[in-house]
């Protein structure tokens, strides 16, 4: 069998391929449901430690559960957007320091365990090579910029990473040529494709050749036409809705009393808000007592209140999940009601698609100004190219989808197994690499 992992800022899937047929996802289970991926995510709780009194990690939905049972814990998540960070080394969590790379490996080695046979694939994993996802270009976060530097650096923590959780044979392939490995196999003929993934913190295009004629390259590279993305995809869309429809209703705007001065509520907050999985590092006695402080002289005390609830409680997930229900209900629908309620915050928001494309333009514009300078270094134009594969959750977005329809036509878009094309096409990649 052949093996491809894709670790993701929000889900992460295991797929394997056998030495003929279609790719298959691992299932992975959890208090008696099956899931085809598996939550990026950690938490954990003070009293929960292992025989030396290090701090134990819950990974994946038993994490979810375990926050949401409302225990005093710390919930980590998109740890894949700090990959090019070099300030980030490690966190201290209850008295236990771990590295980046420690908090990687939890969350592999969680879903290997939620397998159904996770003794035989954790031997498999350490005696073959396994091809892991990687974004065609990694940044600082989703909101930096890309640099070869930061790159480099990135891959090589994710490697040294995995292969602390058992995996000691790792080798990288693009997301989006991973997905082009995934839609090639329904096509009885060769086409020029440009493949756009779109994960959590990166959007990603791959211009390249796919078909029957292009299965015996061992190496997919030659295939390659043009590569690029740009650090902004997912996450960043939320982040414009918390702006938008959560801020202002956590005081973002106003202003409190400071002797005979009137003082804005400290801006920065809020720009952390906006990546809510940094919630847990604004939870510290210094922010804390400032809020505090202000919440009485403050023109809006119930919204300070609740802000400081959303810090102290740690309710970022909470948020995270009233604004992803709404930006998906807004790929079907003209309008949603956001609604996030949770102790002293009780927000509801009527949320139109129109005005959610105009809070997102500068994303759109970037993502826009990326494919067109693919296409440029490339020298080929939009009329060339055969199909447009969208995959990854923000292709669903239709805004994001009027990019392509407006530059390639309506009827080049495809999309398919748009959360788990990637896993799949990496199993792919590993039996076209290492087949005999």
Same mark, same amino acid.
């Given at each position: 069998? !052949?093996? #491809? ?7 992460? &899937?295991?797929?394997? &391929? ?19 991926? !598996? ?21 994946? @939905? ?7 049972? #409302? ?14 960070? @070099? ?15 420690? +908090?990687?490996?939890?969350?592999? &080695? ?10 035989? %694939? ?28 930061? $790159? ?13 959780? #058992?995996?000691?044979?790792? =080798?990288?392939? !693009? ?16 086409? +020029? ?15 390249? /050749?796919?078909? @029957?004629?292009?299965? $015996? ?60 999985? =940094? ?50 209900? %807004?790929? &079907? ?16 928001? /009527?949320? $139109? ?8 333009? @500068? ?19 939009? $009329? ?8 990854? #959750? ?43």
């Amino acid at each position: 069998m !052949f093996i #491809g992992l894709d670790f993701g800022t929000t889900n992460s &899937a295991l797929a394997l &391929a056998p030495a003929k047929g279609p790719a298959q996802l691992v299932p992975l289970h959890y208090l008696n449901q099956e899931f085809s991926t !598996f939550r990026s995510i950690l938490y954990f709780e003070d009293g929960h430690r292992d025989q030396n009194g290090r701090s134990l990690a819950f990974a994946g @939905p038993q994490a979810i559960d375990a926050y949401l049972e #409302g225990a005093d814990g710390r919930l980590i998540q998109s740890i894949k957007s700090y990959l090019a960070n @070099p300030d980030f080394t490690s966190t201290n969590i209850y008295s236990s320091r771990f590295t980046l790379e420690n +908090l990687v490996g939890f969350v592999v &080695a969680g879903m290997i365990d939620a397998t159904p046979y996770a003794g035989d %694939l954790t031997e498999q994993l350490r005696q073959t090579p396994v091809v892991v996802g990687r974004p065609a270009r990694f940044v600082r976060n989703s909101l930096g910029q890309a640099s070869d530097v930061a $790159d480099a650096f990135a891959v090589g923590r994710l490697a040294a990473a995995l292969k602390g959780a #058992g995996l000691p044979d790792v =080798q990288f392939e !693009f997301e989006p040529v991973a997905a082009a490995f995934a839609y090639e196999q329904a096509l009885d003929h060769d086409e +020029l494709v440009l493949i756009g993934d779109f994960g959590g913190g990166t959007s990603d295009f791959c211009l390249l /050749h796919v078909g @029957p004629g292009m299965r $015996d390259v061992k190496n997919r590279a030659e295939t390659i036409i043009a590569v690029s993305g740009v650090g902004l995809a997912g996450d960043a869309f939320d982040a414009r809705i918390v702006e938008h429809c959560i801020a202002p209703k956590l005081g973002k705007g106003t202003s409190y009393e400071s002797g005979d001065k009137d003082l804005p509520t400290p801006s920065w907050i809020y720009d952390s808000l906006k990546r809510w999985h =940094q919630l847990s590092f604004l939870n510290t006695y210094k922010t804390r007592k400032m809020l505090e402080d202000i919440g009485p002289k403050s023109e809006s005390p119930d919204d300070i209140a609740a802000l400081l609830h959303l810090i102290v409680e740690n309710r970022g997930f909470d948020m995270y999940r009233s604004v992803e229900a709404a930006k998906v209900k %807004l790929s &079907a629908n003209e309008g949603t009601l956001l609604e996030f309620k949770s102790g002293l915050i009780n927000i509801e928001s /009527h949320v $139109d698609r129109a005005e959610f494309d105009i809070w997102i333009a @500068p994303e759109l514009e970037e993502i826009a100004r990326c494919v067109d300078k693919l296409l440029d270094d490339a020298g080929t134009s939009p $009329d060339k190219i055969d199909r447009v594969f969208l995959t990854g #959750g923000s292709s669903f977005i239709p805004a994001v989808r009027d990019i392509f329809a407006q530059r390639f036509g309506q009827a080049k878009l495809a999309g398919g197994n748009e959360l788990t094309s990637v896993a799949t096409g990496l199993a792919l990649s590993a039996r076209q690499r290492f087949s005999a």
